[in-house]
C-alpha cells in the first residue's frame, strides 16, 4: 500500500493514469477483507431455543419478571434477533460480492487503457490499515460487528464529504470513493484515451457476479425468504471505450454510494453500499436501545466472541496452520482473478467459475467457520474464538501456489482433522501460475 496517490496532490495525466487505476483496484481491494470479517463475526443461525432461555432467565432475574411472561417475551426478542443477525449477514456478504464486482470493473479499466492489473499480494499487509487515498487516512480494522465498525463502513461508502473536527474546531474535509473515481472519470472524457478490447478482461453475461447465488438471502419472522440484491444490480463491461470506461466507473460509484446516495440505480430496487449499512447501524441502535432497558446485551447473543485485528503469529500453534491455510485460500483467489487478466481471449470461465466461485462459496466459507471451533487464550487471559486473519500469503518459487496451497491444506489437516472434507476442494482447483510483475 506504499506509494499510492493523494489525487489533489498529483494530476492525472498519461503517465499517472496507471497509477491510478491500480490504486483504484487497492481501494477495493482493502475494502472486501474488513467487510468479509465482520460478516464472518456474525452467527446468522444462532439457536433460538438456547437465546430464548438465556433471555428468559435474565429477565426473570434482572427485571423480576414472571416466569410466564419472561418466556413469552424472550421468544418474541429470540427471533427478533435470529431476523436480524441474517439479514444483517446478508446485507453485508451482497456488499462484499459488489466489492469483488467492482475490482473486476476496475481492473477491466486499466487492462483496456493501460495493461495488467495487479491484485495478488495487494490486500492490506497488517491491520489497521488506511484506506488508500483517503484525506486525511481513514484506518480501517478487522473488527466484529458494532456500531464502532459500522460507523467506519458509513466512512467508507460515505457518498459525500463528511465533516471532521480537527479538535481546534475547524473543519476537514476527506475524499470519498466518488471523488476518487470522478478524477479518473473527468480524466477519460476530456481526452481521446487509447482502448484495447483485445487484452482479456472478465466479461457480461457469464454469471460471475450474479446476484444472489452467495449468502444473499434471509428470512423474516414468518420465515418467508428475501433477498438483498435485485436480479439486475449490475455485471461486468467489456471496456472498449470511453463509453464503456465511463459506464464502469458509474456502476462502480453507484453501486456504493448511490445515484441520490440511497439507491445504487434509477429503479431503485436495491440500496447502495451506504444504505445498506446505514440500515443495518440504525436497526442495531435501536435493538441495543430496547435490550440496554431490560439489562441484555444485544450482540451477545449472535456476534461471535472474536478479537480485532489477529495475526497468525499471534495465535497458538495448534491454530496457526489452519489460520494459514485460510490466508493461503483467501491469496490465492487474487492469484486466480490476476490469472484472468492474462488467459487469451476472454477464455477464463473455467478459473473463475471453478476457481473463484469455489474458493469463496465452499472452501473460504467453510474455513471461516471452521476455525471459530477452535479458541485460545489472548493476551489479558480472556478466551477468544479464532477466527480468520485475512493475510496475504507469500507464495513463491519454488513449486506453483496451487501446489503449497495443497501443502498448507496437509499441515493444517493434521492439526485440525475436522477440515478434511475439503480435501477434494482443493484438489479440484484449477492449477494457476504467479504472474511477473
Known amino acids: 500500500m506504499q506509494n499510492l496517490?493523494?489525487?489533489?496532490?498529483?494530476?492525472?495525466?498519461?503517465?499517472?493514469?496507471?497509477?491510478?487505476?491500480?490504486?483504484?483496484?487497492?481501494?477495493e481491494i482493502s475494502t472486501i477483507p474488513t467487510y468479509l470479517y465482520t460478516y464472518y463475526s456474525i452467527n446468522r443461525s444462532p439457536n433460538q431455543e438456547v437465546i430464548s432461555g438465556q433471555i428468559a432467565a435474565a429477565l426473570m432475574t434482572k427485571k423480576e419478571m414472571p416466569a410466564k411472561e419472561a418466556y413469552a417475551k424472550a421468544k418474541d426478542l429470540s427471533a427478533d434477533i435470529m431476523v436480524f443477525a441474517n439479514h444483517a449477514g446478508a446485507l453485508i456478504m451482497s456488499v462484499v460480492i459488489e466489492e469483488m464486482l467492482h475490482l473486476a470493473l476496475a481492473a477491466n479499466i486499466k487492462q483496456s487503457m493501460?495493461?495488467?492489473?495487479?491484485?495478488t499480494g495487494k490486500s492490506p499487509s497488517a491491520w489497521p490499515a488506511e484506506l488508500p487515498g483517503h484525506v486525511p487516512p481513514l484506518l480501517i480494522n478487522l473488527a466484529p460487528l458494532s456500531q464502532k465498525q459500522l460507523k467506519t463502513f458509513l466512512e467508507i461508502e460515505s457518498p459525500k464529504p463528511l465533516l471532521k473536527s480537527d479538535g481546534a474546531k475547524n473543519k476537514i474535509y476527506y475524499l470519498t470513493i466518488g471523488d476518487f473515481y470522478k478524477v479518473i472519470e473527468n480524466y477519460?472524457?476530456?481526452?481521446?484515451?487509447?482502448?484495447?478490447?483485445?487484452?482479456?478482461?472478465?466479461?457480461?453475461?457469464?454469471?460471475?457476479?450474479?446476484?444472489?447465488n452467495i449468502d444473499t438471502v434471509y428470512y423474516t419472522k414468518t420465515h418467508e425468504p428475501k433477498t438483498v440484491s435485485s436480479?439486475?444490480?449490475?455485471?461486468?463491461?467489456?471496456?472498449?471505450?470511453?463509453?464503456?470506461?465511463?459506464?464502469?466507473?458509474?456502476?462502480?460509484?453507484?453501486?456504493?454510494?448511490?445515484?441520490?446516495?440511497?439507491?445504487?440505480?434509477?429503479?431503485?430496487?436495491?440500496?447502495?453500499?451506504?444504505?445498506?449499512f446505514k440500515e443495518i447501524a440504525r436497526t442495531l441502535e435501536e435493538k441495543n436501545r430496547e435490550f440496554a432497558a431490560l439489562g441484555l446485551d444485544y450482540t451477545s447473543y449472535f456476534v461471535n466472541n472474536v478479537p480485532t485485528n489477529p495475526t497468525t503469529a499471534k495465535y497458538p500453534a495448534h491454530i496457526q496452520p489452519v489460520s494459514n491455510l485460510i490466508n493461503g485460500i483467501y491469496t490465492y483467489i487474487f492469484v486466480m482473478i490476476e490469472g484472468c487478466y492474462a488467459k487469451g481471449g476472454h477464455t477464463q470461465y473455467e478459473i473463475f467459475m471453478f476457481g473463484v466461485h469455489k474458493s469463496m462459496i465452499f472452501i473460504l466459507n467453510s474455513l471461516c467457520g471452521d476455525i471459530n471451533k477452535l479458541s485460545y487464550k489472548d493476551a489479558d487471559g480472556n478466551t477468544k474464538m479464532a477466527t480468520a486473519t485475512f493475510e496475504n500469503y507469500p507464495f513463491g518459487l519454488p513449486g506453483s501456489p496451487k501446489s503449497q496451497l495443497l501443502a498448507l491444506y496437509t499441515t493444517a489437516v493434521t492439526a485440525f482433522p475436522a477440515i478434511s472434507y475439503l480435501g477434494q476442494r482443493f484438489q479440484d482447483l484449477p492449477d494457476v501460475p504467479l504472474q511477473l510483475k
Open 5 to 27: 496517490l493523494f489525487h489533489k496532490k498529483t494530476p492525472v495525466d498519461a503517465t499517472t493514469l496507471g497509477d491510478y487505476l491500480q490504486q483504484a483496484i487497492e481501494i
Open 114 to 119: 493501460v495493461g495488467m492489473p495487479q491484485m
Open 188 to 212: 477519460i472524457k476530456d481526452h481521446d484515451c487509447i482502448y484495447s478490447s483485445f487484452r482479456p478482461q472478465l466479461i457480461p453475461g457469464k454469471g460471475y457476479y450474479a446476484a444472489n
Open 231 to 276: 436480479e439486475d444490480s449490475g455485471d461486468l463491461i467489456l471496456v472498449k471505450d470511453q463509453d464503456t470506461a465511463l459506464q464502469a466507473i458509474q456502476t462502480i460509484v453507484h453501486q456504493g454510494e448511490g445515484n441520490d446516495g440511497k439507491y445504487d440505480d434509477g429503479a431503485k430496487k436495491e440500496l447502495c453500499h451506504y444504505d445498506k
